[in-house]
Nanobody, 124 residues
Framework: QLQVVESGGGLVQPGGSLRLSCAAS????????IGWFRQAPGKEREGISC????????YYADSVKGRFTISKENAKNTVYLQMSSLKPEDTAVYYC?????????????????WGQGTQVTVSS
């Protein structure tokens, strides 16, 4: 059974850091793309970062570029999203998702398997 599970969310002060994890099971990250998405209350889900199968490509939304870093640990079949210089507007539920496509994108409908989400709250 293909599955992705997020962890690592929480409450952090502005300017702080968090690392989110996306653990994959039932498939190899070597051939699947993984995307990170977020959804704030009343807003659409948006793609903020992704990494292609075999690290073929990466993507960062302008809103997170230079602050977030996506990486992959093949031995653990896990993708990470290191988030730094967090702002209140980063507050959202963060989701990871897997796509059968080799190259990743920010497009929600291209992803086939979704995690349950993890809450990130940036507040003083």
């Amino acid at each position: 059974q293909l599955q992705v599970v997020e962890s690592g969310g929480g409450l952090v002060q502005p300017g702080g850091s968090l690392r989110l994890s996306c653990a994959a099971s039932g498939f190899s990250l070597g051939i699947y793309a993984i995307g990170w998405f977020r959804q704030a209350p009343g807003k659409e889900r948006e793609g903020i970062s992704c990494i292609g199968g075999g690290n073929s490509n990466t993507y960062y939304a302008d809103s997170v570029k230079g602050r977030f870093t996506i990486s992959k640990e093949n031995a653990k079949n896990t993708v990470y999203l290191q988030m730094s210089s967090l702002k209140p507007e980063d507050t959202a539920v963060y989701y990871c998702a897997a796509s059968r496509r080799f190259y990743c994108s920010r497009i929600v409908r291209e992803y086939n398997y979704w995690g349950q989400g993890t809450q990130v709250t940036v507040s003083s």
